[in-house]
């Protein structure tokens, strides 16, 4: 059969590619030769609907190269802007003290981000990665991947001219290298530990004087708490696997959606990429990657969520007296190791900084902006990541791509360890289910951190999950476990998992409700929390999946329904309330937080007439969700939450607060003020603009708990939320119904291309806001009946 596939494949193409054409992508070729005459790596792309390329391959290195010449073709400025990134080149071109897009790290600043990433190249650390044999560092498959997609993309830029205003002529678009490639797999990996901490790591130097200013723990553990807390409000998902005892023809089902940046180097970025008789995939790939993130094959489909395991933990150290750059350990001292790193900058004169590394990693001051931690004359803190020496998520990629069902995906998580920050979520054609937290973590257990930690650790280790060890015991190292594919972190068996549930599903929230009928339990406390209070979003996720699953014989349409059905869980939960009590009201006002009595008697109405959801028709969604916003979470609920009803608690919205009136005062005065109807439908007031053209957009922000989330960016004198930051991106519903075609739905929300010149800069967006999917075509013959269909042979 895999023969007769392959032959059957190949016949296919080799007729299709007489008669070759460029993709619909908006660059001019610099020659009329679509088949240039270098020997080298090659491959052909099939473009479909919407510019999505199906890339066909012979081999590893190939397949790398059809990805990045057909990633470059759409996302060229974007690609070349995060090489310059992981090259520390940023203050060379854009100068020092302009900020990064935050897509490969938190670095304020130019300077920073180029002085910990040059300061990585330098160490040669992503060469020595590669140099690991595997499954410890990334498989030859992998590694040709790579290779294949810098020649890829150098062959793009060699063959093509720029036309994105974004980057076009710029000095800075550059070819790039293998190494350059596995450096961005390093920066995504290190996102959630080194990459949170760099300001810290690159600002880090040794007192001068004595005198230091110690912050009070609490606080610094409170604000520990809030920053690992906005990881998934900046960047989250849902994903929910059924099985099938919930399904109409007894096949799984998957709906994945992943909430990520609508611009820069984190969006995701559509494809099929095939080698015959070896992969066959299709789905999602984050930008400069050349594997499929989150996708499906014929049998198995798989999601991510973020998820809330810190992949970080600190030390802190004891230092010599006599010697900041010293430390002790077991009363031996040891000393630091500098890294000096030069730093070309733009107009003016280079920079050169040191930094301090030690045996846990590098010393920190900070985490983020608002944790500190102070390095004086006698304490420091070290950044333990093991993700800084984790190469693999190429290889786990490959191998849920290559897997036969739910099995496959966990089998290739348990191999390859190779997953930073998220859990998988999975559905396959025979109806099995998997939700598991397999991320790469420090080994740190509850016994460890009940021995070892500081008296920081001990408020941020319960609180947020954020050990901080006694670094001056060698007996409170991290072990390790002997399944594990490195030291220092957990093994397979440690993770949480559960397994052909009727419903698996995650919306940022720990593994405990996975299952609300099947919690998980029984992990440490760095994995997440048990028994406590869930997000709104989860809360309404667990709702409406679990009714689904009770109401059974669902389909991929059930799928597509509960992505937009834009319900308000927070509308469901306190608008009646709100509407009541604003009627309740002495003479119809309530006084604003500048002291005005603002007349709120139509507002009273519009809430009343509400219908609790975000679609673009919805009137007093905007009202509501400008009122919800100012209502401190403190003040929110009457009945508090109980972890014996944790979906249905807190509820009952405290009315009595005097946050209320105030809080409804100030929504109703902004709106007028910026010459918003009360009841104004939702779509008005919330879009995106491509083109000059408004495109309105459904969903709602987290606190609304909406499935179908965006984050828009509030700007009343032009017109109401007038972008999104972040959101609803690579959406997807898999299911299958007997035949060797999966059945699937996609929708990539924010397009394809970020070049305001290419027809695919924002025709899915126009899709999403019609709540309208592309129907994948992952079959060789949907993809040779497509209208749309060009093709393309691209060579080196």
């Known amino acids: 059969m895999r023969t007769r596939l392959r032959r059957t494949v190949v016949t296919a193409v080799a007729l299709l590619t007489a008669t070759s054409a ?100 330098e160490a040669g650390t992503v060469e020595k990665l590669l140099a690991e044999p595997a499954p410890a560092g990334p498989s030859r498959q992998a590694k040709e991947l790579m290779r294949g ?53 690159t600002a880090a130097q040794p007192p001068t004087t004595a005198a230091a200013v110690t912050p009070d723990a609490r606080d610094t553990a409170r604000a520990a708490r809030e920053l690992l807390a906005t990881d998934t409000a900046d960047m989250g998902s849902n994903a929910v696997a059924f ?38 995939v299709s789905g999602g790939s984050l930008l400069g990657t050349a594997t499929i993130s989150i996708g499906h094959n014929a049998n198995v489909a798989w999601s991510h969520t973020v998820a809330t395991g810190v992949p970080l933990n600190l030390h802190q150290l004891t230092l010599d007296p006599a010697d900041p750059t010293t430390y002790l350990v077991d009363g031996k001292p040891e000393r630091m190791t500098k890294r000096t790193v030069t730093i070309p900058v733009k107009d003016g004169t280079a920079v050169t900084r040191t930094q301090w590394w030690t045996r846990y990693g590098p010393v920190t001051t900070s985490l983020g902006a608002a944790v500190p931690l102070p390095w004086t004359s006698t304490t420091a803190y070290a950044l333990n990541d093991p993700n800084a020496t984790n190469l693999r998520a190429s290889d786990t990629a490959l191998g849920f791509s290559k897997a036969r069902g739910t099995a496959g995906v966990l089998g290739s998580l348990q191999r390859t360890q190779g997953l930073p920050w998220v859990n998988t979520i999975a559905a396959d054609s ?37 050990a901080v060890l006694d670094g001056s015991r060698t007996d409170c190292a991290l072990g390790s476990d002997a399944d594990a594919v490195q030291p220092g972190v957990f093994g397979p068996a ?50 409406d999946v679990a009714a689904m699953a009770g109401r059974g014989r669902l389909t ?29 009201l002495p003479g119809g006002t309530a006084t604003g937080s500048n002291g005005t009595a603002v007349d709120v008697r139509e507002a009273c109405g519009v809430l009343g007439a509400w219908d609790r959801t975000v679609n673009t028709d919805s009137r007093g969604a905007l009202l509501f969700d400008r009122l919800w916003r100012r209502i401190p979470a403190a003040q929110l609920w009457k009945v508090p939450f109980s972890a014996a009803d ?146 393309v042979r691209v060579r080196s």
């Open 149 to 201: 997609f810098a020649a890829g993309y150098n062959a793009w830029l060699k063959q093509n001219r720029i036309t994105d205003p974004a980057c076009k002529g710029a000095a800075w678009v550059r070819p790039v290298t293998t190494l350059d490639v596995a450096a961005r797999g390093f920066a995504l990996a290190v996102l959630g530990g080194q990459g949170r901490g760099v300001d810290g790591i």
């Open 494 to 543: 440690k993770m949480p998992t559960l397994t052909d549930a009727p419903y698996a599903e995650n919306s940022n929230d720990s593994a405990w409700l996975a299952n609300a009928d099947r919690p998980l339990t029984g992990y440490e406390r760095v994995f997440g929390t048990i028994g406590t209070q869930r997000s709104l979003r989860t809360r309404g996720a667990v709702e």
């Open 22 to 121: 460029l993709p619909a992508a908006a660059v001019e070729s610099r020659n009329h030769e679509r088949h240039p005459s270098h020997g080298g790596l090659s491959a052909t792309i099939r473009y479909t609907e919407y510019g999505i390329p199906h890339i066909l391959a012979k081999d590893y290195a190939d397949l790398g190269f059809g990805t990045g010449w057909a990633q470059a073709a759409d996302q060229v400025c974007t690609l070349a802007d995060g090489f310059v990134t992981v090259r520390g080149e940023r203050s060379r071109y854009f100068g020092p003290d302009a900020a990064p897009d935050f897509s490969l790290s938190s670095a304020a600043k130019n300077l920073s981000s180029d002085l910990y990433f040059r300061g990585v190249r």
């Open 556 to 584: 991929v349409r059930d799928l597509q329904a509960q992505q937009f059905a834009n319900r308000v869980p927070a509308g469901d939960l306190a608008a009646a309330d709100a509407a009541k009590a604003c009627a309740a």
């Open 430 to 466: 025979a109806g099995h289910t998997l939700f598991t937290q397999s991320q790469v973590l420090p080994r740190i257990t509850d016994d460890l951190a009940q021995r070892c930690s500081t008296p920081l650790g001990k408020l941020t280790y319960p609180s947020a999950g954020l």
């Open 646 to 791: 944790p979906v249905r608690t807190p509820n009952t919205l405290n009315t009595d607060s005097a946050a209320f009136p105030t809080a409804l005062a100030d929504a109703v005065t902004e709106l007028r003020a910026a010459g918003i109807p009360l009841d104004s439908p939702l779509g008005r007031h919330q879009f995106v603009v491509r083109g000059g053209q408004r495109i309105p957009v459904s969903g709602g922000t987290e606190s609304l708990g909406v499935w179908n989330k965006v984050e828009p960016v509030w700007d009343p004198a032009g017109g109401g939320y007038t972008e999104v930051t972040t959101g609803s991106s690579y959406i997807q519903a898999v299911g299958w119904n007997g035949s060797r075609c999966p059945v699937a739905r996609t929708l990539l929300s924010y397009s394809q291309s970020s070049n305001p010149n290419s027809p695919h800069y924002s025709d899915q967006t126009r899709l999403y806001a019609q709540e309208k999917w592309v129907t994948s075509r992952f079959c060789e013959k949907d993809i040779l009946s497509s209208p749309s269909l060009k093709v």
């Open 243 to 280: 099985s099938g005892a919930t399904t109409a023809g007894s096949r799984g089902l998957l709906l994945g959606n992943p909430h990520y940046p609508w611009q820069g180097g984190r969006r995701f970025w559509q494809s099929q990429q095939t080698i015959p008789g070896e992969l066959n």
